[in-house]
């Protein structure tokens, strides 16, 4: 990181990004060709946790690339200034990579899905249908590497 005073390294604040983000900016890679899609995840332990439907851009180069990278912000906040380069931003963020998987096991689907629940809502012990998890694809991004930053004080 060119930014050294910027960088967040305590691993609870970046466990804490983790926590109160609301989207993730998944990247993959085919073919020399990036795709970039704004997603839903879920948080545990090293691992993030996504859903989509069983086919898709996503799934297809999943088969062909499963190397993945990761951005999440929280505490966004502009800071106007009188000159045009004086502008700022206030932010917090994690980016990383790992390898990107399709969760097979039942089990953990389940968990994948409760795991996703209990991050936007707050609650555990969702149930979840068979139907439910017949037709939802899990993926599961083992971090590999993880790094954060922040700009700004939030004055």
Not at 3 to 17: F, L, V
Not at 28 to 39: A, F
Request: proline share 5%; with cysteine; charged share 30%.
């Amino acid at each position: 990181m060119r930014r050294r005073d910027r960088e967040i390294t305590d691993p609870a604040d970046i466990a804490d990004i983790l926590d109160r983000g609301m989207v993730c900016r998944l990247g993959l890679c085919r073919d020399g060709e990036p795709y970039v899609v704004p997603i839903c995840y879920g948080y545990s332990g090293n691992s993030l946790y996504y859903h989509c439907a069983p086919e898709g851009l996503k799934l297809e180069i999943l088969k062909a690339n499963p190397g993945a990278c990761f951005e999440i912000t929280v505490d966004v906040r502009l800071r106007p200034a009188e000159k045009a380069a004086a502008w700022t931003m206030d932010y917090r963020s994690v980016i990383g990579r790992g390898q990107l998987n399709v969760v097979t096991d039942p089990s953990e689907k389940r968990r994948g899905i409760g795991i996703l629940m209990e991050h936007y809502s707050g609650r555990t012990g969702w149930a979840v249908e068979e139907e439910m998890l017949r037709r939802t694809t899990i993926l599961r991004l083992d971090i590999d590497e993880i790094t954060g930053k922040a700009s700004g004080n939030g004055d």
